[in-house]
């Protein structure tokens, strides 16, 4: 330390010291040698206490090893994107899942019924649009020299802290087979047998999860809502806040 000072007249770095009570906090330091004309050189020495940023830093990267960990593990595949719409991760059952096509995800995809699937209306678009949860959807993917390879995804939109535009998207699929659907009537968006539930009237999607009514047939059909209260539940909602009419 004297020869770092006397050669470069400062010094920096973090001291590891012992207090009376035999904690260790850590300090990290800024001390700068002053030659005075007219007196012996000294040192002046500036300090901060930097344990608790120490702790929380070693913390976090606990946290993020676990969580990185069990992203690796999972079976399920997992592909982060930002919000321009470029991949800036993947757990490697993505890669067993989509082999060369992981770089090229959501390029000419295929609906289940068959048809393309428009880029800006993929589970990944409508979750960075909206800021909300797109359920699971049956997505081919096109692999080059082989049959598209049928996948059931879902889309999370991911915020920063304070922010209430998504900064990119999580998106997590497995493997599954195309469904057989029956062919829609002419005029009908979606067609077939939906299990609905007879109290808070969620549709049951193919792998078992229940999104509202709105949500299933926004991502299933051409369908836009736009809310609003019915005579009904318009005068219940007077009632119960005492508004007038």
């Not at 659907?181 to 609905?196: C, D, H, N, T």
């Amino acid at each position: 330390y004297l020869d770092r000072i006397r050669e470069k007249e400062a010094d920096r770095g973090v001291l590891r010291l012992v207090s009376r009570d035999g904690q260790e906090p850590l300090w990290a330091y800024r001390n700068a040698l002053v030659r005075p004309p007219d007196r012996e050189p000294y040192v002046i020495g500036h300090a901060v206490d930097i344990t608790d940023r120490i702790q929380i830093e070693a913390r976090l990267r606990e946290g993020e090893e676990r969580h990185r960990a069990v992203i690796d593990a999972l079976e399920e595949g997992v592909i982060l994107k930002r919000a321009d719409g470029s991949l800036s991760g993947w757990n490697p059952s993505a890669e067993r899942i989509l082999g060369a096509s992981l770089t090229m995800f959501g390029v000419g995809a295929l609906r289940a019924a068959g048809g393309p699937f428009p880029p800006d209306e993929q589970p990944d678009a409508m979750a960075l649009r909206t800021g909300q949860a797109c359920p699971r959807v049956v997505m081919g993917v096109l692999r080059p020299g082989a049959d598209p390879l049928w996948i059931s995804v879902s889309a999370r939109p991911l915020f920063r802290s304070g922010e209430s535009t998504p900064h990119g998207v999580v998106l997590s699929f497995a493997q599954t087979v195309r469904p057989a659907r029956p062919p829609a009537e002419p005029g009908k968006a979606v067609a077939g047998i939906l299990p609905i539930c007879a109290s808070c009237k969620k549709i049951q999607s193919v792998d078992g999860e229940w999104w509202p009514v709105e949500v299933y047939l926004r991502e299933h059909s051409e369908i836009t809502f736009s809310h609003d209260l019915c005579a009904d539940c318009a005068r219940h909602v007077r009632a119960r806040f005492n508004l007038l009419e």
